[in-house]
């Protein structure tokens, strides 16, 4: 059988984006709509370092490797230094980093601040994106094209919606355009990188602060003890732990006779089955490590 559509291996391009931009502006959202729903872990192995891929999107033209960059923290304690060194090490190394600006607000300080700190990074390509062009009008939009155009001379700019898949396709080939030419850097059914524990860490951990992120932003980390296969039925048994800073916050996360974490487990577990294929069940241990954003040890044992 002959394809024809497909570009030949000397046209295929593959490498990493990042995507920046103030919180809120819809980074993660959009992320998750490149990749698409499958979030397949098909070679799950132990991580070894904090892995900071989000998602593959795989294209008949090219891959694109998307890479999270956590948001910039004020370093006050040592995690906050850390992600800030990860942000400095992640920005450094991709080949396009997507600027994203929401639609329906106009640019502001904290949009300048960050476009200035991307002259920092000479290697990679600029991409401006117009996120949540949904809830704009074409006026508003055309507004925010014409005040990003003044920030810097783009590779391009390109007006998407997420939610409303608008332009996804655009945005997709226009990032696999601007990659340099490469083989395949990862097998065509593989969706994330992420060590599946460090994954399911994670679910665990966005199921916690489900609420109460603005009363907890940082000061949970979730570990994970213990994840096997039951031998007699189709049950894979999970053991985290998940650790807060301070009692008042332990009980934050527990609720009145423990209603909320019994929430948070069932939220967690709503996501970690479909990832698994499996049913689960979910034992969370609620523990206090004091202070253990500014203990390098503990860190350490945490995973960053
Ligand atoms: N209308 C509309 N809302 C969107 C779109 N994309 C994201 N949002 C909403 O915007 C909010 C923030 O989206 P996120 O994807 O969490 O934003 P983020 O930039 O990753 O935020 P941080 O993790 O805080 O940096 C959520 O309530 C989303 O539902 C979009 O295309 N259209």
Not at 12 to 29: D, E
Not at 224 to 241: H, S, W
Not at 259 to 284: D, H, K, T
């Amino acid at each position: 059988m002959t394809d024809t559509g497909t570009p030949g291996p000397d046209d295929f391009r593959a490498g990493f984006v990042t995507f920046v931009g103030r919180p809120n502006v819809g980074k993660s959202t959009l992320t998750n709509a490149l990749v698409g729903e499958k979030v397949a872990i098909t070679s799950p192995k132990p991580q070894t370092t904090r892995q900071t891929i989000r998602g593959i999107v795989h294209d008949p033209a090219g891959q694109l490797i998307l890479v999270d960059t956590p948001g910039v923290h004020r370093p006050r304690t040592l995690l906050g230094e850390r992600l800030n060194s990860l942000v400095q090490s992640t920005l450094g190394e991709v080949d396009v980093i997507g600027f994203c600006l929401p639609a329906d607000e106009k640019l502001g300080p904290g949009d300048r601040f960050i476009n200035e700190q991307l002259d920092q990074y000479p290697k990679a390509k600029k991409v401006a994106i117009v996120t949540k062009i949904d809830s704009a009008s074409k006026q508003q939009v055309g507004e925010q094209l014409l005040a990003i155009s003044e920030l810097r001379d783009w590779e391009t700019v390109v007006p998407v919606s997420a939610t409303s898949r608008i332009q996804l396709d655009v945005l997709t080939s226009e990032l696999i355009r601007l990659l340099p030419r490469s083989e395949r850097l990862y097998p065509d059914d593989q969706y994330t990188d992420e060590g599946i524990e460090s994954r399911v860490a994670e679910l665990i951990r966005e199921a916690a602060l489900e609420g109460v992120r603005d009363e907890l932003p940082h000061s949970i980390a979730v570990t994970i003890d213990d994840m096997r296969q039951r031998e007699d039925k189709e049950l894979v048994e999970i053991y985290a732990n998940l650790f807060v800073e301070r009692d008042s916050q332990k009980g934050i996360i527990i609720g009145p006779k423990g209603s909320r974490l019994g929430e948070v487990g069932a939220r967690a577990r709503a996501e970690i089955e479909p990832l698994l294929g499996s049913q689960v069940y979910l034992n969370i241990r609620v523990k206090v490590a004091k202070d253990w954003q500014r203990d390098p040890k503990l860190l350490g044992r945490l995973g960053f």
